[in-house]
C-alpha cells in the first residue's frame, strides 16, 4: 500500500509540475499575478508531493518491504538502521527521486520566497524550474519507477554494496544533490532574466545567495565524497582524478567562477551575458556529471547506480535544457546592456583574471574526462590518468592562486597595482621563507611540495593581509582596529574564510602528497614496524561478528620516543551477502597529522610464524586537507548571512545612491 | 559456515603495490618500479593503477614491471613493452604524440585564446577610459573659466566635460 501511494504521489508531483510550469508560462504571459501565484502554489504542491513519495520509499525500506524490487536489490534485514535509509539513494530510481526531491524543493523555496523579484522574472523563473520538474520526474515516472513490485516477493533482499555502509557515504549524495540541483535555480534565473531581457544588479543580488549555497552544499558533499575515499578505500587516496569525482568538480569550478563574476555584476553591473553564461554553465556541468555517473560511458572505480539505457535519457535531457539555454542565450545576450567600464588593474580586472583561470580550468578537467570517449569514436583507447590533471590543472589553479591575493587589495573601477604589492609584502616573504624551509628541511627532489607550501602560506598569509588593510592594523589605534573588525560586513568575512580555506587545503595537500610516508610489514603478534618516529606494534588480533559482517580486528599501539600515543583497531570485513571485502583503517590523530594503520590478509612473517600484513601510512597535515575545505564551505555559509543579501533585492534602488 | 566464511575472507587479498614479499631488493630499482606503477592502469579494473589495485591481474602487471625494472630495462622501455601488449589503454598518463596533441595543448591554446581576447579589450578600455586632449574650443572655455574664478565669482558654470568627468571617478 505504502508503495503504491508512493508510485501516486510521484505520479501526481510530474502533473503539478506540469501544471507549475503551464500556470506560471500563462500568469508571465498574459500579466496574471493570480495565474503567478497559482503556478507558486503548484511549485510548493509538487515539493510536497515528493517528498511523500520519497518517504514511501523510506518507509519500504526501513520496514524491509521486500516485495518492491528496489528494497529488495538495494536492502538486507541484517543492515544496520541508517544503511537501510542510506539504501534510498544508493541505486539509480531511488537517487533520482533523490535529486526530484531537491529539484522541486528548491523550486518551493524560489517560489515561496523572493518577494523582492520583479514579478515577471519570478513567473518565468518559477515556470523554468517547473519545466526542469517536469523533465526530470517524467524521467523518473516513465522509466525508473522505484516503487515497482515483486511478485512472488523474495525472502531476503541482496543489500547494500559494502563500501557505502559507511556513516559519510550514507550523508554523501544527499548534500552533494542538494548542490548539484542547488544551482538549478541559478540556471532558472538565468533563462528568466534571458527571457526578460535584463541582467542588473538586483539580479546578481538576488543570484548570489542561490549560487553560495549551492556551492556551499558541492563543497562539502565534495569533501565528505575525499574524506570516505581517505579513510575506507585503504590506502589514503582522497583525490584520484576518477571520472566520477570529475563530474562532481566541475559544477564546483563552474559555481566557484560564478560567485566570482556575480560579484562583478553585483557591484558594478558589469560582465552580465559572462554571469549568465556562466549560471547556465553550471548546471548544465551538473546534469553532464549525473549522465556521466550514471550512464556508465567512462569507466570508474566509483562506479554504481550505473544503467547506460537511461543514462542516455538524461543525455537528452541534458542535451534539450543546455541546448534551449545556450539557444535563448545566443539570441538575447547580445542585447543586453553592457555594464559599467574597469581598468584592467581593478578589483573587476582581478575577478575577470580568476574567472579566465578557472573556466580553463574546467574546460580542461573536461576535456580529460571525457577524452577517452573522444579517442573510442575515433577507434583508438586511451586513459586519461591524474598525471595528465597534475601537468595541466594544477599549474592553472597555481597561477590563479598567485594573482588570488591582490585581487581583494584592489580598488573597483581603478586599482593601485604597487600599492596592493606593496602591502603583501610580508605575505610574500612569509611564503617564500616557508618554501625554502620546506626545501631546506627536506631535498630537491621535493621541491614542487615546497613550492605547494609557500603557495599555502602565500594564500592564508595573503588573506590575513586582507583583513589588516580593511582594519587598517598597525597603522590606526587600536581602538580604530577592533571598531573596524567590528563593522567588517559578513560578506568580507565569508571571502576571507573562503580564501584562507583554500591556503589551507592547498598547504594540506601539498605536505600530505610530499611527504608521506609507507611501511608494510608480515607482523605476528607483539611484532612492531617503523615509521617516521613511530613505532606501530600488532599487539592482538582476532575474529569478530558484525551485525552484517565478519571482521579480523587488530588491536595496534602506536609509540613515538617510546611513550605510546595512542591505540588503534583496523579491521578487514568480509561481507558474505554479495561476497566483498572491505577495510576499516585505524587512524591515529596525531596533531594535524594521520597515523594510518591497515590490517592487511594473513601471511606468515619471515620465521614462519602465522601473522597479518599491516601497512601503516604517516599522512602529514592530512587534517587540512578536508579542513580546508570545511572552512570554504563556512565561508559561504557566512556570507550566506550577510545583512545585504537578507534584504529584498528590489529595495537597493532607495538605499544606495 | 564460520570456518568457510573466514578461509573467504583470507582470500580476498588486499595487497597492493606496498606488499613486502613483491618488494625489489634494490632499494632504487623499486622507487624506480613504484613511480611506473602510478602511470600505467590495471586493464580489468574500473580506473585503478596497478599502485592501488588489489587484483590479480594487477599483481601479475607489478610483476613484470620489477623484473623489467630489475633487468635493467629504462622506464620508457617498460612502457613500450606494456603498450605492445595491452594498448595504449595501459597508460594513465597519455603520450604527447600527434595523437594526443589537442589533448595536451588545448589547455594553454584556451588560456592564450582567453588571455589575448582580454588584453585586446584592456587595451580598448584604456583608450575608453583615458581623457579625451580637449578640443580648442574647451581650452578657451577652460582658460576662461579659471579666469573667472580667479576674478572672484562664486558661481563658475557647470563645464561640458563634467558629466563624463564624474563618470570615471574611482568609486
Known sequence: MTAELGAFALALAFALSLAQLGLSAAGRGLHSPMLARAGEGAALGAFVAVAGAFLALTAAFVGSDFSVSNVAANSHTAKPLLYKVAGVWGSHEGSLLLWCLALTGFGAAVAMTGRGLPARLKASAVAVQGGLGVLFLAFAVFTSNPFLRLDPAPVEGRSLNPLLQDPA????????????????????????????????????????????????LLTVGITIGAFWSYYELGWGGWWAWDPVENASFMPWIAATALLHSAIVTEKRGALPGWTVFLALMTFSFSMLGAFLVRSGVLTSVHAFAVDPDRGVLLLAILGLTAGLGFALFAWRAPKLAPGGLFAPVSREGALVLNNLFLAVAAATVLLGTLWPLVTEALGRTASVGPAYFNLTFAPLMAAAMLVLPAGPLLAWKRGDLPGAVQRLGAAAGLALVAALAALALSDWRKAFGAVGVGLGVWLIAGAAAEV??????????????????????????????????????????????????????????????????????????????????????????????????????????????GGQTTTEVGLCFQGLSDLYVVMGERRRTADGDPGYLVRAYWNPWARLIFLGPAIMALGGLVSLGDRRLRLAAGRRAEGQP | MRRLLLALLSLACVAAASDPSERLPDAAQEARARALFEEIRCVVCQNESIDDSEADLAADMRRVVRAQVAAGRSDAEVRAYLVDRYGEFVLLKPPFSAANLALWLTPALLLAVGGGWLLWRAGRTLAQMAPEPLSEAEEAQLAALTQTEKDGHAFAPTSPREDAQDDRRVS
Open chain 1, 169 to 216: 557515504l550514507a550523508a554523501h549524495p544527499p548534500v552533494l544533490y542538494a548542490g548539484y540541483v542547488g544551482v538549478s535555480v541559478v540556471f532558472s534565473l538565468a533563462l528568466a532574466a534571458l527571457i526578460e531581457g535584463r541582467v542588473d544588479a538586483a539580479w546578481a543580488r538576488y543570484v548570489r545567495p542561490w549560487t553560495l549555497a549551492a556551492w556551499s
Open chain 1, 468 to 577: 589588516v588593510e580593511r582594519t587598517r592594523l598597525f597603522r590606526a589605534s587600536a581602538a580604530e582596529s577592533w571598531r573596524r573588525l567590528k563593522g567588517l560586513p559578513r560578506g568580507a568575512w565569508g571571502m576571507t574564510l573562503g580564501h584562507l580555506g583554500l591556503g589551507l587545503f592547498v598547504l594540506g595537500a601539498c605536505v600530505e602528497t610530499g611527504w608521506k610516508l609507507e611501511e608494510a610489514r608480515v607482523l605476528a603478534p607483539g611484532e612492531s614496524l617503523a615509521i617516521g618516529q613511530y613505532r606501530v606494534t600488532l599487539q592482538q588480533a582476532r575474529v569478530r561478528e558484525g551485525p552484517n559482517f565478519l571482521a579480523e580486528r587488530g588491536v595496534v599501539t602506536a609509540e613515538k620516543a617510546n611513550r605510546e600515543v595512542c591505540t588503534v583497531t583496523p579491521e578487514r570485513r568480509f561481507f558474505p551477502v
